[in-house]
């Protein structure tokens, strides 16, 4: 196993996960990934929120509608239809959001105890997500929640609540 390609083994993840098979499956995957990361690239630095909700829509984020995104919002690369965002959020610069996680070139964590986790991440409407958060694989924010500057979110966020911290705690509940 310690011979074992840390690069082969993610592909023939993501191959298996995505339905691929052989060469041409392998090109295809490539081809989809490239496409993503030009989309990503683009929507990344545009300064105009509707058009870069446009352009993650078309790499398969599930966006609702009057969100806004600030500049440099990165949004999961590898798995973009497993983001599913409500109406009405809102994200910060830098905010972060993982549909998986992977200790890619360390076999012997990938193949113990940590292996590849992919989860859908489901953020709900109203939601606000402060610059600099990040929230992990298999997380839901909570409908009218707040995640603050630089909070690490790695377990479900109830409704109507303000999270702080890393990893991100709840601290208050927001009275409706």
């Known amino acids: 196993m310690e011979d074992e390609n840390p690069t082969s083994v993610n592909e023939k993840e993501l191959m298996e996960y995505y339905g691929y098979s052989g060469t041409f499956g392998n090109f295809?995957?490539?081809?989809?990934f490239l496409r993503s990361w030009i989309l990503h690239s683009i929507a990344y630095s545009c300064p105009h929120s509707?058009?870069?909700?446009?352009?993650?829509?078309?790499?398969?984020?599930?966006?609702?509608?009057?969100?806004?995104f600030s500049a440099y919002v990165q949004l999961d690369l590898i798995y973009p239809h497993l983001v599913?965002?409500?109406?009405?959020?809102?994200?910060?610069?830098?905010?972060?959001?993982?549909a998986h996680t992977n200790p890619a070139a360390n076999?012997?964590?990938?193949n113990g105890e940590f292996p590849r986790?992919?989860?859908?991440?489901?953020?709900?409407?109203?939601?606000?997500?402060?610059?600099?958060?990040?929230?992990?694989?298999?997380v839901t924010i909570g409908e009218n929640s707040i995640i603050?500057?630089?909070?690490v979110v790695t377990k479900d966020v109830p409704?109507?609540?303000?999270?702080?911290?890393n990893p991100g705690r709840v601290i208050k509940k927001i009275d409706h």
């Open 28 to 32: 295809r995957m490539k081809m989809k």
């Open 50 to 68: 509707e058009t870069t909700a446009k352009i993650q829509r078309l790499r398969g984020v599930k966006i609702g509608k009057n969100c806004h």
């Open 84 to 98: 599913s965002i409500g109406n009405n959020v809102t994200f910060g610069s830098n905010v972060i959001v993982f």
């Open 107 to 110: 076999l012997f964590l990938k």
């Open 117 to 138: 986790k992919v989860a859908e991440v489901k953020i709900k409407s109203g939601a606000v997500l402060f610059p600099g958060s990040i929230v992990t694989a298999g």
């Open 148 to 151: 603050s500057v630089g909070s």
């Open 159 to 165: 409704d109507y609540c303000v999270v702080v911290g």
